[in-house]
C-alpha cells in the first residue's frame, strides 16, 4: 500500500506528530502503523520494564515486515528513527494526535484522558482512544476539550487489518471527526467506517455474540474445540474459527467487550460465560499468554 509524502500529508491533514499510550499487542501495532506511514511517533508506557518489551515487539514486527519484503531495509531504518519511547506522558505536550491502547479499563483509560488534557498543549489536538467497548462521551467529559474526544478502534494485527472505526462522542466536533477521518484514510491508508457511541460499535457488536455462542457450545460439551473451529473454517469460509480468534484477540478482551455491551443493552447473549470468566481469573488469555483455548509457544 503507497504512502503519501509529507507534501501529499500537509493537503489533507495538519497531524504530523504521534502519540501513542501503550505498547502492548495493539498499542504496538499503531505506533508501527504511524511510523510506516512517515509520522513522527511517540509511544508511552508505565515502566522501563513494559517499554523496552514494547520496544522489542515492535522492533521485532518491524524486522519480519523487512524480511517479508514488506518493506526496503532502507524503510526498516526510516521507520525505527521515527519512533522514540518514554515512561513520562509530558513528553507529549507537541503531539497533534493522542491514541490511547491500554487495558480495556474505563478507570484507568479516564484517568489518562485526565492527564493527556493536561499536558498536551496544541489546542485542537485530538485525544483518541482505541477502545473496543467503553463509551466515548466518558473519556471526553472527562476532560475540558470534549469536543476532541473521539474513538479510533483499529483491529488486531493493526499493521495487517485495513478497517478502523471511527466513534464520535455526543460532544465531538464535525472538525475532530473529518480530521480523524482524512488521518485515518489518507495518511494511514485504512478504509474508515463511521459507527455511533453505542458499546460494541459495529464490529463487535456483531463479533462478541458470535465468539460467546462458541465458547458455550464448547462449555457445554457440544463440540470439540477444534469441531467448532473447522466448522467454521470449512463450512463458512471463515479464515480463523472462532475459538482460535478469541486466543488472538485476548479472552480477558473478549470478557471486557462482553461485559460491557451486557451493561448496556442487558441482554443475555452478550453475558460473558463461565468457562471464559474462569479463563480470564486463571490467567489463561490466549495468544499473549501463550494459554488459552489452545497451547502456543
Known amino acids: 500500500m503507497s504512502r503519501p509524502n509529507k507534501s501529499e500529508r500537509d493537503d489533507v491533514t495538519d497531524i504530523e506528530r504521534?502519540?501513542?499510550v501503550g505498547c502492548g499487542q495493539m498499542g504496538a501495532g499503531i505506533a508501527e502503523v504511524c511510523a510506516r506511514a512517515g509520522l513522527d511517533v511517540m509511544v508511552a508506557e508505565t515502566t522501563?520494564?513494559?517499554?523496552?518489551f514494547g520496544r522489542t515487539r515492535l522492533f521485532t514486527s518491524l524486522s519480519k515486515a523487512a524480511e517479508r519484503g514488506k518493506?526496503?531495509?532502507e524503510e526498516l531504518?526510516?521507520?525505527?528513527?521515527?519512533?522514540?519511547f518514554t515512561t513520562d506522558l509530558g513528553e507529549f505536550a507537541d503531539r497533534d494526535l493522542v491514541i490511547e491502547a491500554v487495558?480495556?479499563?474505563?478507570q484507568v483509560k479516564t484517568e489518562i484522558f485526565q492527564v493527556l488534557d493536561q499536558v498536551v498543549t496544541r489546542p485542537d489536538a485530538i485525544l483518541a482512544s482505541n477502545?473496543?467497548?467503553?463509551?466515548l462521551v466518558k473519556l471526553a467529559v472527562s476532560t475540558a476539550r470534549p469536543d476532541h474526544v473521539i474513538g479510533i478502534h483499529f483491529f488486531n494485527p493493526a499493521p495487517v487489518q485495513r478497517l478502523v472505526e471511527l466513534i464520535p462522542a455526543l460532544t465531538t466536533s464535525e472538525g475532530?471527526?473529518?480530521?480523524a477521518q482524512l488521518f485515518t484514510e489518507k495518511v494511514l491508508g485504512k478504509h474508515a467506517i463511521r459507527a455511533q457511541d453505542r458499546s460494541g460499535f459495529v464490529v463487535n457488536a456483531l463479533l462478541i455474540p458470535y465468539l460467546l455462542s462458541a465458547i458455550r457450545m464448547f462449555e457445554s460439551g457440544i463440540a470439540s474445540r477444534e469441531d467448532i473451529d473447522n466448522g467454521m473454517e470449512m463450512g463458512c469460509a471463515h479464515p480463523m474459527g472462532p475459538l482460535k480468534l478469541s486466543d488472538l484477540i485476548g479472552l480477558d478482551t473478549v470478557a471486557s467487550v462482553a461485559y460491557s455491551m451486557y451493561e448496556e443493552y442487558k441482554e443475555p447473549l452478550y453475558a460473558a460465560p463461565p468457562l471464559l470468566q474462569r479463563m480470564v481469573d486463571a490467567g489463561r488469555l490466549g495468544r499473549k499468554t501463550g494459554s488459552g483455548f489452545y497451547t502456543y509457544d
Open 18 to 20: 504521534v502519540g501513542v
Open 77 to 84: 531504518e526510516a521507520t525505527q528513527a521515527r519512533l522514540t
Open 176 to 179: 475532530t471527526l473529518g480530521r
Open 71 to 73: 518493506i526496503t531495509e
Open 103 to 106: 487495558v480495556e479499563n474505563e
Open 131 to 135: 477502545t473496543s467497548s467503553i463509551p
Open 48 to 52: 522501563g520494564e513494559a517499554l523496552e
